[in-house]
Structure formats: structure tokens, C-alpha cells
């Protein structure tokens, strides 16, 4: 079973589009991320959410728009497209807030924008 | 501002020998560490961790070593096997944060 899944593992589009990424973790966790990886590898936190509630906005454009329907999902809207968007979208989760709980990762999403 | 460093984009270590990867911090009030592995088309998974409390951590094959007056961290790998060859990732945060920051990550190949 995978601990947390995103969807789609592959996404390309045309500059203005708007397009979403779904993650889902079955670990039971109160807590989700969504990282973003650039070209330059640099692995940095875009959002967290608790128990639904958003603790973590980092200076993300607000063309990004997370969407928490329940704790098991943390879905990602990006608004018209960018060329600098184009990169690799991990969500992952932890347990709770705490930084020693370990944080689990999905495989990613790479997001090509034309 | 990248304050978390890992200068070493990649490594090559035969297979049987020691494997080190290092990490430079520049902010003094980072107080828990990590260390990530990540293989091609997966995501991060956690390795090891150590907090500023302790100057070394050891899990099996592996050890982290924390140098606070250096801003130092390494992980050690011994012995190393060909199916730790990945990428991995040092990260750091400041209590309260919530929040890790990473390295960019060192590709380690271990050679059979």
C-alpha cells in the first residue's frame, strides 16, 4: 500500500493554464506538506497543513491555492501557469507538527509548463 | 540565501568503504537535523536524525556527527553498499518553525 500518493506523477501544460495535483496519504497523519524542487535541486516548503488548517504559507505566489478537503488530503490549484513553476511537487506527511516526527514522502510530481 | 550547504553535488565510493557526506549550516539557531535519501522517481525518505544536544546519532551502517562550532554536520556510511547509491538530502530547523530547510543534496554512487 502506498503511505502517501499524489497524482498526476507527470503534468505538462501551456503557460496561462490552470491545473491541480492531488495527494492522499493513508498513514493516519494529522499533518501534510507540499515542497516544491526547482532546477537548482533546492528542496524548499511551499505549505503545511494541520488537521486541516493551514499553518505554513511560504511567500508562495498566491496563483498556488491548497485545498484541504480532510486530513488525508491535501490537494495543490496553481493558477495560470508560469514557465517558472516547472518543477517537481512532493507532498509528504508527518504524524503531527512536531519536528521529530518523521516526514513521509510521495514520489513527486513533475510539472512541465510550455 | 541557501543556509543550508551541501557542496559536494556528488560522490564516488567503492563498495566495502566508507562513504561521507557533509553539510554546512549557516544559521546558529538550527537545533534538530536530518539526513533524507532519495532514489530516482521516489520521494525523500527519512535516514537519520540528531538533535543539537548530541554531537553523534547512530542507526546500523549509519552515523550522523554534529560539529555546532563548525555549523557542521556528516553522515557516515560504513560499510557501503552498492544499493545506497541515491541522493541525499541534510536538513535543518529552529524550534517553533516547523519547518525543515534542505540541501540541494549529494549524489553518492557506491561502485561494485
Known amino acids: 500500500d502506498t503511505a502517501v500518493s499524489q497524482t498526476p506523477k507527470y503534468l505538462v501544460t501551456q503557460m496561462g493554464n490552470d491545473k491541480s495535483i492531488k495527494c492522499e496519504q493513508n498513514l493516519g497523519h494529522d499533518t501534510m506538506y507540499w515542497y516544491k524542487q526547482d532546477s537548482k535541486k533546492f528542496l524548499k516548503i511551499m505549505f503545511s497543513?494541520?488537521?486541516?488548517?493551514?499553518?505554513i504559507n511560504e511567500t508562495v505566489p498566491n496563483r498556488f491555492s491548497p485545498k484541504s478537503p480532510d486530513k488525508a488530503h491535501l490537494n495543490l490549484h496553481i493558477n495560470s501557469l508560469e514557465l517558472g513553476d516547472s518543477a517537481v511537487y512532493f507532498c509528504?506527511?508527518?504524524?503531527?507538527?512536531?519536528?521529530?516526527?518523521?516526514?513521509?514522502f510521495g514520489p513527486g510530481t513533475r510539472l512541465t509548463v510550455l | 540565501d541557501q543556509q543550508v550547504k551541501q557542496n559536494s553535488p556528488s560522490l564516488s565510493v567503492q563498495e566495502g568503504r566508507i562513504s561521507i557526506l557533509n553539510c554546512d549550516y549557516t544559521n546558529s539557531m538550527f537545533d534538530y537535523f536530518l539526513w533524507y535519501k532519495k532514489y530516482p522517481a521516489e520521494g525523500p525518505t527519512f535516514l537519520i536524525s540528531i538533535s543539537s544536544i548530541k554531537d553523534k546519532n547512530e542507526d546500523g551502517r549509519f552515523t550522523v556527527f554534529l560539529n555546532k562550532s563548525a555549523k557542521h554536520l556528516s553522515l557516515h556510511i560504513v560499510p557501503s553498499q552498492p544499493g545506497d547509491s541515491a541522493v541525499y538530502f541534510c536538513a535543518a530547523s529552529v524550534s517553533g518553525t516547523y519547518k525543515y530547510i534542505f540541501g540541494t543534496g549529494t549524489r553518492l554512487k557506491v561502485l561494485a
Open positions: 509528504a506527511s508527518s504524524q503531527d507538527l512536531r519536528r521529530t516526527d518523521t516526514q513521509y
Open positions: 497543513y494541520n488537521n486541516k488548517e493551514l499553518i
